[in-house]
């Protein structure tokens, strides 16, 4: 049981922290980048959590959703252990990025810092499908219960997304900024 653990998250450590399968895997190599960079430190501890979860044993699952939750509270990072994650992810900037237990991501996922992929409800049929070589950027917002993004789909800076995208789309939320002069003197207090 135990080794089946490590082999599974061996894999994802060799593609995601040491950057793919035809490298050759080495223990130090991986622990030196740990050390180094942020967000690998963050997969590293995620994928073994993943790995856990992904076990029937009822005591693997269980320490998996604790080891989850204290990197969670860490890394400011709440990737759900129910959501189905593909290999290849890539996370720019490991801070305040949710994903829904309801999420299944393809291989070779990017997410840039502040994005949400999440559920409108409560409900135990929604399902957020996201294909292989999707890129979500900066302060994204995907909400919906049923949702489908293609393959190769790219979401924008603050978009929201609350409906499906087809496959090798661009996708942004056009937001027009407004400027006015104002009377400094009406302003009062805000303008010390």
């Not at 995601?16 to 180094?36: A, N, S, V």
């Not at 501890?45 to 044993?57: E, G, I, K, P, V």
């Not at 992929?117 to 999707?134: F, N």
């Not at 302060?139 to 978009?159: K, P, Q, R, S, Y």
Request: aromatic share 10%; with cysteine; charged share 25%.
């Amino acid at each position: 049981m135990l080794l089946d653990i490590f082999r599974s998250a061996k894999r994802y450590w060799h593609i995601e922290i040491l950057g793919g399968l035809d490298k050759p895997f080495r223990w130090r190599r991986l622990y030196q980048k740990c050390q180094r960079i942020n967000r690998y430190r963050y997969l590293f501890w995620f994928r073994l959590a993943y790995a856990m979860h992904q076990q029937d044993s009822k005591f693997w699952r269980r320490r998996g959703k604790l080891l989850n939750e204290r990197i969670s509270r860490q890394f400011n990072v709440e990737i759900m252990l129910g959501a189905t994650v593909g290999e290849g992810l890539w996370i720019a900037h490991p801070n305040g990025i949710v994903i829904t237990s309801h999420a299944i991501i393809g291989k070779n996922f990017k997410i840039w810092q502040n994005c949400t992929l999440g559920i409108k409800g409560q409900s135990d049929t929604a399902v957020l499908r996201i294909g292989d070589g999707v890129r979500i950027h900066a302060h994204a917002c995907i909400i919906a219960d049923h949702l489908e993004l293609g393959d190769n789909v790219i979401i924008g800076a603050g978009a929201f997304v609350n409906k499906s995208i087809p496959a090798n789309h661009l996708y942004i939320t056009r937001s027009v900024g407004e400027m006015k002069e104002y009377d400094p003197v009406s302003m009062g207090r805000l303008q010390d």
